[in-house]
């Protein structure tokens, strides 16, 4: 069965610092990658996505993830955080046979200190 | 603009009540999922449909019922057996294309609170 690990429940970052934020896969194959985020008492939404190709995704909000097989992850990375960035993350996986099940992370709640 | 709708925001439940949260979509999508969220425990399939009158049941559906009379329409039922409702109930959709992943859009979220 496919699961999502992300190690650090909180993360406290200075506006301005950079930022990784873990995510660990357990699948098979090379599964599809997702990061999404969720601002408090929203929905989710869709931050940057891998499916195959070029490791290294670009997504929106200035956001970047790497897959790296050797080491089952997908971090999530950004160069300089805004205070407009404080939110919580996901980081989730789905089935590279198609479907749409997938299976989220516990999340990262993340604080931007000014 | 297109979207998805969850009404109401918050819900508040007694002790042996039945309630129905809606979902509502207008993107055309064939998919439609009902996920329940906590602190500390992510995001977790409730049910999910892929067609009209058609649906299957997700890791945590003991306690919840659902529907899928219309292809825009997928509401929740939270019902007496579920002892341990309090949660931020999300429901998404998402087109159905054979062989690769489709992108799921979630809508803005009920809370639901046990009085």
């Known amino acids: 069965a496919q699961s999502v690990t992300q190690p650090d429940i909180h993360i406290t970052v200075s506006e301005g610092a950079s930022l990784e934020l873990r995510c660990n896969y357990s699948?098979?194959?090379?599964?599809?990658l997702f990061w999404y985020v969720q601002s408090p008492g929203q929905g989710l939404q869709l931050l940057l996505k891998y499916f195959s190709g070029d490791t290294l995704v670009q997504g929106i909000k200035g956001f970047e993830a790497e897959f790296k097989r050797s080491q089952s992850s997908f971090n999530l990375r950004k160069p300089s955080v805004h205070w407009s960035d404080a939110a919580e993350y996901f980081c989730?996986?789905?089935?590279?046979?198609?479907?749409?099940?997938?299976?989220f992370g516990t999340g990262t709640q993340l604080k931007v200190e000014l | 603009d297109g979207g998805i709708t969850q009404s109401p925001k918050y819900l508040f439940r007694k002790e042996g009540q039945n309630v129905t949260l809606s979902c509502e979509q207008n993107l055309n999508h064939d998919d439609m999922y009902w996920c329940r969220q906590e602190p500390g425990l992510g995001l977790r399939l409730i049910y999910y449909s892929q067609i009209v009158n058609d649906f299957q049941k997700g890791d945590i559906a003991e306690g919840y019922s659902v529907s899928r009379e219309k292809k825009e329409s997928f509401p929740l039922t939270v019902t007496s057996a579920q002892k341990n409702p309090t949660a931020f109930y999300l429901c998404?959709?998402?087109?159905?294309?054979?062989?690769?992943?489709?992108?799921?859009?979630f809508g803005p979220g009920t809370r639901l609170t046990v009085l």
């Open positions: 699948y098979g194959a090379t599964p599809y």
């Open positions: 998404a959709s998402s087109i159905d294309k054979a062989g690769t992943y489709n992108e799921q859009f």
């Open positions: 989730a996986v789905g089935p590279t046979g198609g479907g749409n099940k997938l299976t």
